[in-house]
């Protein structure tokens, strides 16, 4: 049977990956990661997950040992932030080229310099484009789940997954999580069957040339895979609301109805953004809001669905491509691009680095893209110049 437990966001991801009943985990500790491995360690010492655990000397080995393991038919699992995630770089392409599905958790944090620890998206989304998927979760309930969900498309689809939740908002927050029953996880996710594995006197090979005349074809199994994806993820979030109470979709509306203007999140901020949509509602404002929580596979038709006809659009990113714009307004604006009538889009940077976006913060956001024209100024919120 399902239990209750108080748990931090961290916490939450080593119970996640204990339930999906990883076999391998490969650990180097980096803030505000180091709570994920640090308990996983406890769990294997006290015999409570029967898994290998691999101290190792940088996140580039932890994500080697993840790969080697994957290879050889193993559940795999580890967790960074920030520099360690960029350290493991070259790794990451590795692991999604050799179409190996290990899950990743990211506890986001802002990248150095200047030093900090505090959380925001660009170290997630630098690794963007390297085949891996990616989930932003809004809670550490959501945590807790998206690495059994994380696991059971990564295993279908053969590409590895990266579940992504910020720094302290969520990762040192304490909140009453339910631990699914146990059997009930095992039914949803069975073991890990590996498309082929390396065996003793069996030889296979991992990262052997390729030429000219054949690399395209590996790099268009792997975009075949990512647009599958999207049907299952779909399948895989409503099949585990039927088995435990909670439903998750690539992007998730709230209150959009019969709203007029929308405003788009991802991640911690959702929750904040819930109260302040429900403040503007009072006013009679026709206010609506959409998680973003998968970015990688991209939700292109759900996104044009749930955005076609609105009269305007505002995403809030914690991130910035600098010379551009915020990541998700990029890419919500080129999967609303074909649209005869597509909303005007606009794009507002908050909270990098850890700062605070607040309630407020949010309605200014919202007021602001009601009267706003011009679409393509950055438009920084809480700037303090």
């Avoid at 590996?218 to 435990?244: H, P």
């Avoid at 749930?306 to 600098?322: E, H, M, P, Q, T």
């Avoid at 200014?364 to 303090?384: F, H």
Wanted: net charge negative; hydrophobic share 45%; proline share 5%.
């Amino acid at each position: 049977m399902s239990i209750k437990k108080v748990l931090t966001g961290n916490h939450a991801v080593s119970y996640g990956a204990m339930a999906s009943r990883v076999q391998v985990i490969s650990a180097y500790p980096i803030t505000p990661q180091t709570q994920v491995v640090e308990l996983l360690s406890e769990l294997v010492a006290d015999g409570k997950l029967d898994a290998i655990f691999v101290n190792v000397e940088s996140e580039h080995s932890a994500m080697s040992a993840c790969i080697s393991a994957s290879a050889a038919g193993a559940r795999a699992f580890t967790a960074t932030s920030a520099q360690g995630l960029a350290l493991m770089h070259e790794m990451l392409h590795w692991a999604a080229g050799a179409r190996l599905p290990i899950v990743l958790a990211d506890i986001n944090r802002a990248m150095a310099p200047p030093w900090t620890i505090w959380t925001d998206q660009n170290d997630s989304l630098s690794q963007r484009d390297t085949g891996w998927m990616q989930i932003y979760v809004e809670s550490n309930q959501e945590a807790f789940d998206s690495i059994i969900l994380a696991y059971k498309v990564a295993e279908q689809v053969f590409l590895p997954c990266m579940v992504v939740l910020d720094a302290f908002v969520l990762s040192h927050t304490s909140e009453p999580i339910e631990i699914h029953d146990q059997e009930k996880i095992d039914e949803y996710l069975p073991p890990y069957r590996p498309m082929v594995t390396i065996e003793p006197g069996k030889p296979i090979g991992y990262g052997a040339l390729a030429a000219p005349d054949t690399y395209m074809e590996f790099r268009y199994k792997m975009q075949r895979a990512m647009e599958n994806a999207v049907e299952i993820f779909e399948k895989e979030g409503k099949l585990f609301g039927d088995m435990f109470g909670h439903s998750y979709d690539l992007v998730e509306p709230y209150m959009m109805d019969d709203a007029e203007y929308v405003i788009i999140t991802v991640g911690a901020v959702t929750s904040t953004a819930r109260v302040a949509i429900q403040e503007l509602r009072k006013k009679g404002e026709k206010a609506g809001l959409l998680k973003f929580r998968v970015l990688r596979p991209f939700p292109f038709e759900k996104l044009r669905e749930l955005l076609s006809g609105r009269k305007k659009v505002a995403v809030i990113d914690r991130n910035i491509s600098f010379g551009h714009h915020g990541i998700f307004y990029q890419e919500v604006k080129s999967a609303l691009y074909p649209l005869s009538n597509r909303p005007p889009v606009f794009g507002y940077i908050a909270g990098l680095g850890g700062r605070d976006i607040t309630v407020s913060d949010v309605v200014d956001i919202y007021e602001d893209m009601k009267k706003r024209e011009t679409l393509e100024e950055i438009i920084w919120k809480g700037v303090k110049l």
